[in-house]
Nanobody
Framework: QVQLVESGGGSVQAGGSLRLSCAAS????????MGWYRQAPGEQRELVAA???????QYANSVKGRFTISRASAKNTVYLQMDSLKPEDTAVYYC??????????WGQGTQVTVSS
């Protein structure tokens, strides 16, 4: 399956910001949907944000107003701008892509840790 590569994770204090990036391993590849899931220890993986080729976006209620997903024109790169981070945002964030969420292509995950 197509490999997705994430970057931008790290550790921040509550109220801080991070920007995650995800790119497909094939430069010519495009997806109908790209988005981000996250998974905290002992928790189920949940959809955080998604964007379609039409530009339509979806967000988990817990991140609305704080996170912004965007997609490059090439349609093989997606970003997640995370502002006003909270400790409960701490998780491994996974890039995901395909026809619709959950897509069949996944990144390896990038750790986001938010400290109080």
């Amino acid at each position: 399956q197509v490999q997705l590569v994430e970057s931008g994770g790290g550790s921040v204090q509550a109220g801080g910001s991070l920007r995650l990036s995800c790119a497909a391993s094939r430069s010519s590849l495009s997806f109908n949907y790209m988005g981000w899931y996250r998974q905290a220890p002992g928790e189920q993986r949940e959809l955080v944000a998604a964007v379609s080729t039409s530009g339509s976006t979806q967000y988990a209620n817990s991140v609305k107003g704080r996170f912004t997903i965007s997609r490059a024109s090439a349609k093989n790169t997606v970003y997640l701008q995370m502002d006003s981070l909270k400790p409960e945002d701490t998780a491994v964030y996974y890039c995901n892509a395909g026809l619709e969420p959950p897509g069949r292509s996944w990144g390896q995950g990038t750790q986001v840790t938010v400290s109080s």
